[in-house]
């Protein structure tokens, strides 16, 4: 059988919890998962790419079968380069699905031959988002609990705690 592989696409401004929950329930499903992290957000990132790469390379390097990469423009041009057929979302709320449903339907318009496999994350981290947490670390408040240790000290670092 052929190894099946996925991306899984994203921002990762920066990692939390709830997106090491989802890479772990992933390759559970997948030989190999690439995550593939977006170069150029509009949403002005926190973390230049090559910290939110190696935050992320750090926090996964147990994980044998994930592999981080940078990737510019379409998701779905970046899935047919790696010649890969399934992209992972992660859907914490119901408020998420709209967007995400408008998105997957977008890209497989776009691109008819790729599908998104939606994932939940564990409840524990289903109110969690990095742009949350950059708000609350900001302001002096403690969140061990929300992202990897190798996070929470980067974003100590980044804004000067
Ligand atoms: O972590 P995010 O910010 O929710 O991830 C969004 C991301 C990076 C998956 C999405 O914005 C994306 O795929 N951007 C690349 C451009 C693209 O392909 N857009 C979707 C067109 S329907």
Do not use: C, W
């Amino acid at each position: 059988m052929m190894a099946k592989t996925a991306i899984y696409p994203g921002s990762f401004d920066p990692m939390t919890s709830g997106h090491v929950d989802l890479i772990q329930r992933a390759v559970q499903i997948f030989d190999r998962v690439i995550v593939a992290v977006l170069r150029n957000t509009h949403k002005d990132p926190l973390f230049p790419i090559e910290d939110r790469i190696a935050m992320i390379k750090a926090v996964t390097k147990n994980i044998k079968k994930v592999e981080v990469e940078a990737f510019d423009g379409l998701v779905i041009e970046f899935a047919k380069q790696k010649q890969v057929n399934v992209l992972i979302r992660g859907i914490r709320m119901i408020s998420d699905f709209e967007y995400e449903f408008q998105m997957a339907l977008t890209n497989r318009r776009l691109a008819p031959g790729i599908e998104t496999v939606f994932l939940m994350p564990s409840e524990q981290y289903s109110f969690l988002s990095s742009t949350l947490i950059k708000e609350a670390a900001a302001l002096g408040a403690d969140v061990s609990s929300f992202v990897p240790k190798v996070v929470e000290k980067k974003l100590k670092e980044r804004l000067g705690r």
